[in-house]
């Protein structure tokens, strides 16, 4: 059974920043490629940042470019979010997810295992 534990969320200030994991289990992590997604109240689930199997390839939502970072660890099974220069706007409940192949993905259908979310509050 495939599990994502999420971990590292919380409240900052705007401006601050925050690091997530994501621990995977129940599958060769190394094989997939891996994505955070966010989901602020009355809004879409949104990819947020992708990357592939290796860690050589990756993608970032617009809104997120030259802030987040997006980084694995194939020996640790754990994908990160590095956040910085975080806003307000930034908040919402930020997911982990697992995608079907080894390369990247970028809509959530893509996306076949899901950790529970962690909360990312930014105040104003």
């Known amino acids: 059974q495939v599990q994502l534990v999420e971990s590292g969320g919380g409240l900052v200030q705007a401006g601050g920043s925050l690091r997530l994991s994501c621990v995977a289990s129940g599958r060769t992590f190394s094989n997939y490629g891996m994505g955070w997604f966010r989901q602020a109240p009355g809004k879409d689930r949104e990819l947020v940042a992708a990357?592939?199997?290796?860690?050589?390839?990756?993608d970032y939502a617009n809104s997120v470019k030259g802030r987040f970072t997006i980084s694995r660890d194939n020996a640790k099974n754990t994908v990160y979010l590095q956040m910085n220069s975080l806003k307000p706007e930034d908040t919402a409940v930020y997911y982990c997810a697992t995608n079907r192949w080894a390369s990247l993905a970028s809509v959530p259908r893509d996306y076949n295992y899901w950790g529970q979310g962690t909360q990312v509050t930014v105040s104003s």
């Open positions: 990357i592939n199997w290796s860690g050589s390839m990756t």
